[in-house]
């Protein structure tokens, strides 16, 4: 028995600069979690990941992660996520000086 589809995000690693990015509902990237479109049905979710998975020149090791949907957007259920959304954790630099 399969588990049922919970909502998810397309994440990726941006090839030059090695940044977190999310895909958006425009299908562009981005590097903030809350501003990714967050998939709820399961073949929209693996057509985007079909999708980006083809973008090599700017994206490297895509897949879905699962996230809710938030006051400001989607945010990351599980704490890798959560960790990759916020950044680096030993010093401020980088998306946590925007915090």
Not at 33 to 54: G, N, Y
Request: aromatic share 8%; hydrophobic share 40%; net charge negative.
């Amino acid at each position: 028995m399969s588990r049922a589809f919970t909502p998810k995000v397309v994440t990726a690693n941006a090839l030059i600069e090695g940044d977190v990015v999310y895909l958006t509902a425009t299908g562009e990237w981005t590097r903030r979690h809350d501003q990714a479109r967050l998939f709820t049905e399961q073949q929209a979710a693996e057509a985007a990941l079909s999708a980006a998975s083809l973008q090599v020149a700017d994206v490297v090791g895509v897949y879905l992660a699962d996230a809710t949907e938030g006051a400001t957007g989607p945010q990351p259920d599980h704490f890798r996520e959560r960790f990759r959304a916020t950044g680096p954790s030993n010093y401020a630099h980088g998306k946590q000086v925007d915090l």
